[in-house]
């Protein structure tokens, strides 16, 4: 008897008419004839298959839901990068402030991460066939079970290396916002006071010095004056 491949039925956990699960639409057992007779003159059986044929075609399945996840996976790894660059930039900024902006520049790097981890999300459309397969491996029957479970492993990997990799995004993000409240608080804005009365006092310093010495200059003149007068007078006395 063949496994019949019906895809209207997709995921499904028994069908009255088969018995059995299908899985993308593939039964996960031999359908009896009466059962392809049904679907066939229902217009919706797509195939008859053989253990073999229905084997491959739901580890292609698989594969291809692996695929996906490991695309996502993959468009994490610029984003870890950047991560660990803005954290780094971010850490010098809140620990030594220069302009007052600092908490805007950081939550800029916080929303690019948080961007990131929007964009390399998995939709359940992705895991939930795998989760739905997983609870009904036990009741296949007659197809190469090795082969399918190397196939579900395979996508729990690629699934762990997705995961691991978002878990880094969001730390880097946390940190973030946690390095953005630490450039906020209100020591940092004294701190970014101070600064820039320094640098302005510096900045202002040579002018003050040039202003005292010629103002030094104007005194000296008047005391000689003082002492022409003063010498003046006692001559004449």
Known sequence: MPYLHIPALANTREHPRLGCPTFAGITLSEAAPSAEAFFTSAGVLKAALTGAQAT??????IAALAGEVEAARARTERPIADAARFTSEAGLLADMPLVGNERATIMGFASMIAAALEGTAINSGTTSPVTFFKSVRHLAHGLDGKGIDAAVQSFDRALAGHEAATTKLKAAHAKLLELAALADDGANRDRVSMLKASIDFKRRLPQ??????AGREQVVAALARFDLALTTLKECA
Not at 56 to 61: C, K, L, M, P, T
Not at 208 to 213: K, R, W, Y
């Open 56 to 61: 491959a075609a739901i580890i292609a399945e």
């Open 208 to 213: 003050a010095l040039d202003e005292l010495a």
